[in-house]
């Protein structure tokens, strides 16, 4: 296990944390914009019913006005809650980014101990290498025959 796995896991945690985060706020723009929008058909609603009738059309003025008021509220509400999107979303990249710099650093320690092991492995088979060949060599080599008798 990589000294850095515990790091990942946490930058992990962190960044789904975020992501949650990210995706409640997107839930409560998308709200507002519902809102916003029954705003608006109650609006058409109303003016297709007060069209015809005399009475109505001093009443429809002030509900014209208190929906009027109603949605500049939520429209308001909305660009901070858009505002507020946006910055979460560049701190979900800015964890994202820092996930990904602990996963390469990760992965070129992963590297850099296989490489490692193999070159150490390699060193090993030379040096078998080197001593079957001064066996056979030594076999071969007149003098030592003679010893060998």
């Known amino acids: 296990m990589s000294r850095l796995d515990g790091i990942i896991r946490l930058r992990k945690w962190e960044l789904d944390e975020q992501r949650r985060q990210l995706a409640e706020i997107q839930a409560e723009c998308d709200t507002i914009i519902t809102v916003i929008d029954a705003i608006e058909e109650e609006r058409a ?10 009475v109505s ?14 949605q500049a509220m939520f429209t308001k509400f909305l660009r901070e809650k858009e505002q507020a999107l ?18 390469i ?3 070129h320690e992963y590297q850099r101990v296989a490489q490692a092991e ?8 030379d040096e078998l ?10 076999m071969v080599d007149s003098k030592y ?4 008798r």
């Open 118 to 125: 193999a070159k150490e492995e390699q060193n090993a088979f």
């Open 145 to 148: 025959l003679k010893m060998r």
């Open 45 to 54: 609603q109303q003016a297709r019913e007060y069209s015809g009738s005399e």
């Open 105 to 107: 650093a990760r992965e």
């Open 129 to 138: 290498g080197i001593q079957n060949h001064a066996r056979e060599e030594a």
């Open 57 to 70: 059309a001093l009443t429809y003025g002030a509900y014209l006005e208190g929906s009027r008021q109603k």
């Open 86 to 103: 946006d910055e979460h979303r560049d701190k979900v990249a800015e964890s994202f980014r820092e996930l990904k710099t602990f996963e």
